[in-house]
């Protein structure tokens, strides 16, 4: 079958910006599939995928005209249901048979063979490989119904029938032309009520030619930047706004750079067809805002690039990406710059107003804000964050600590009752750290304001001070104790309260900063802050937590094996984890872990059948040797790794422990546990029991076992 490069294109209006880099990918990604399981595509075929705001299109090697004809062996029925027994087809099988085109000359070709129990019918045939025209159709329209549309849409086509009138279509936005090609030869397809051609448009305003034809597929990328002044591809074009920024920044000097942002970046390659970097500058007045306020809306309003200098400080200048490239940019320059001012102005006159209240003033005005219908205001919210961080704050601190904890957590949510945050909710914590600065607070409350909210996300960085530590651990497990206390949980990937990250977030927050509390004293020490407006959930929130902690534990690199022998314990202080995880990893290395894992397996099962067990031991009732051997193994190192654990040396009590393989093994060779005599069974059990004790204060080892 001969072998051409194939090009599809849909071109249509703008596509939404936030969604263009996944359409493109999509798109392209579907109709390899769809035409290598057609057998149209190689198995080697390389694709290339092209999205710019107007067009989606791929390029795929190595594309057959024809797919080859491939044999079939399909099932019939069993032997006894399509034959009589002279061997006559019954009309069950000739009925089979016509279903697939067949007749009764082809019962003699019919092939036996065992289908389980029985013996079956087969049939041979030979299908028709499928034809490129057909096969791209049902490609393409595949792949448009998958693509990952934000909202269709519906609009009005003309009809191309002989009765004149309108037909409805159904996507992402309206689309208005279709390019196939097969090396140089039209594809004829129809999709979306468009034909397929070898014509297309370039860019709005620059193109030099007003439609482009694509002579050959592997001409496309080429024709359209030559003839349509278009870079179709959105790697090439993001790398080439990459470029002319740093260009840009570099002729502006001083050691400026613009601003990394890569969701930015992606967006502003899916606004621009061809890009044009142009520096643009603000008064320098507007710098006496807060430069996130400044940054933010200069990013999220306008897609610009603030430059920053070397200190990380917003300079008065930006950087823009045009979509077009006049001789003379200075209308596009001061347009831009025309544009931004007010939003700067808009900024400033937020941060001037907001000055003119103290924090403490706007905690009354949180009474009229609604944090949830079972679970009242943002203000009694805040009270309840205030009443679980004096808690915390007097177990780590001094009244110090407790008094810039509690006043933290008093104000850590004023700022939502802001201009500024109003107009930007993303500054939310970032503002109320500027206003308490403004307002003469200590700088650790101000801190602890903004950093309240961190983690944000994985890898966010921490809180820079105890007071920080304190008001966002208080924060996490006041929303955390909220909603399981009101049975308001997260299910499959819906978790509107953030509630999985909240729970990473407490464990990040115990873990990182080594604080000496236990989880389930701190769980169920939140619980009376909400007074009868929940019910206690602790230990359904404690599993969560435990649950969050296991699979961030597995993401850092520890095996399920050692994660599930560590947590088995449920360790109440999460900043011993990691070591225990270190202690586990070096004691599964000595040669006595496995015997010594797979015992301790053995030990848990029988006490587990014996009910509760005292770990008591009469040395007088101790008749075998074994026993007696293992009873003095454990009165020589029980003590020690107990010293050893106690001074949170994990690793170094396991290894103490691994002394006692060849007593345990010699036990279990030599000693009947379950003794007819009710005295000696118990006094075995209770052996039993202190050695179990003794092996598993650091993990349960029997989850080593293999």
């Known amino acids: 079958m001969s072998q051409q490069n194939l090009l599809v294109e849909l071109f249509v209006e703008e596509l939404p910006p936030k969604a263009l880099k996944k359409l493109g990918e999509a798109f392209a990604g579907v109709l390899t599939e769809q035409l290598k399981a057609q057998g149209l595509a190689a198995a080697d075929s390389m694709t290339t995928a092209f999205a710019s705001p107007r067009r989606l299109a791929a390029h795929i090697t190595h594309v057959a005209a024809k797919a080859a004809d491939r044999a079939v062996q399909q099932k019939l029925m ?16 000739l009925k089979k048979l016509a279903a697939l085109g067949a007749d009764a000359s082809a019962v003699a070709g019919l092939k036996r063979a065992p289908d389980g129990k029985a013996e079956a019918l087969f049939y041979d045939s030979v299908v028709n490989g499928a034809t490129l025209d057909v096969g791209l159709q049902k490609a393409l329209e595949e792949s448009l119904a998958k693509l990952p549309i934000p909202k269709v849409m519906t609009y009005q086509l003309e009809t191309d029938c002989e009765l004149p009138g309108w037909s409805s279509v159904h996507f992402v936005r309206p689309a208005h032309g279709v390019v196939a090609l097969h090396g ?49 591809s959105f790697a090439e074009r993001r790398a080439e706004i990459v470029r002319q920024l740093t260009e840009a920044a570099a002729r502006v000097g001083n050691g400026v750079r613009p601003i990394e942002d890569e969701a930015l970046l992606d967006e502003v390659t899916a606004l621009v067809e061809r890009p044009n970097v142009l520096v643009c500058e603000f008064e320098k007045q507007f710098l006496d805002v807060p430069q996130e306020c400044l940054i933010l809306t200069m990013k ?123 107009e930007f909710p993303e500054l939310q914590g970032t503002m109320g750290r500027y206003y308490a600065l403004n307002d003469g607070l200590p700088e650790p409350v101000a801190d602890a304001i903004e950093d309240h909210y961190k983690p944000r996300f994985a890898g966010d960085t921490l809180p820079r001070g105890t007071v920080g530590v304190v008001v966002a651990l208080a924060d996490k497990l006041e929303t955390l104790t909220g909603m399981f206390g009101i049975g308001n949980l997260p299910t499959g990937d819906k978790d509107p309260f953030a509630l ?6 407490v464990v990040r927050l115990l873990i990182e900063n080594q604080l000496p509390l236990a989880l389930g004293t701190l769980l169920q020490s939140a619980v009376p802050a909400f007074g009868d ?27 399920a094996q050692e994660v599930d022998a560590v947590l088995a314990l449920r360790p109440e202080r999460l900043s011993d984890v990691a070591q225990r995880l270190e202690a586990v990893r070096a004691f ?45 193994a454990l009165q020589a190192t029980a003590p020690q790794a107990k010293a050893q654990f106690d001074a949170g040396d994990y690793t170094a009590s396991l290894q103490t422990l691994a002394a006692l393989r060849a007593p345990v093994d010699a036990f279990f060779e030599g000693v009947m546990v379950n003794a007819e005599e009710l005295d000696l069974r118990l006094n075995r059990l209770g052996l039993l029991k202190t050695l179990h004790d003794a092996m598993n204060r650091v993990a349960d080892l029997s989850r080593l076992a293999s």
């Open 78 to 93: 069993p032997v006894s249901v399509g034959l009589d027994a002279a061997g006559n087809p019954t009309p069950a099988l």
């Open 184 to 232: 140089s030869s039209v594809v004829p397809l129809k999709v979306l009520g468009l034909k397929s051609g070898n014509t297309t448009l370039g860019h709005r305003f620059e193109a030099a030619k007003p439609v482009v034809t694509i002579e050959h597929a592997d001409a496309y990328a080429d024709t359209l930047r030559r003839d349509g002044a278009v870079i179709a």
């Open 300 to 422: 999220a309003n306008q897609k610009y690039f603030p430059l920053l200098d070397a200190a990380g400080k917003l300079t008065h200048q930006f950087l823009v990406v045009s979509n077009i490239s006049p001789a003379d940019a200075s209308a596009v320059i001061g347009g831009n710059e025309r544009v931004v001012r007010p939003r700067l102005a808009d900024a400033k006159f937020f941060f001037d107003q907001d000055r003119k209240k103290t924090l403490a003033s706007r905690v009354e005005g949180l009474g009229k804000v609604v944090y949830h219908n079972k679970l009242g205001t943002q203000g009694e919210r805040v009270e309840r964050v205030r009443a679980i961080a004096q808690a915390i704050a007097a177990q780590l601190g001094d009244a110090t600590l407790v008094s810039q904890a509690d006043l933290a957590a008093q104000l850590a949510k004023t700022d939502l009752v802001t201009d500024m945050v109003g």
């Open 500 to 505: 999985r990250r909240h729970a990473l977030g």
């Open 533 to 559: 407006k929940i019910s206690d959930a602790s230990t359904a929130l404690a599993d969560f937590i435990y649950d969050r902690l296991a699979g961030s534990l597995r993401e850092q690199g520890f095996s």
């Open 588 to 632: 599964a290395k000595l040669p006595e872990a496995a015997a010594l894992a797979a015992a301790n397996k053995r030990v848990s099962n029988i006490l587990k059948k014996a009910g509760e067990v005292d770990a008591h031991v009469s040395p007088v009732l101790l008749k075998e040797a074994a026993e007696q051997a293992l009873f003095a």
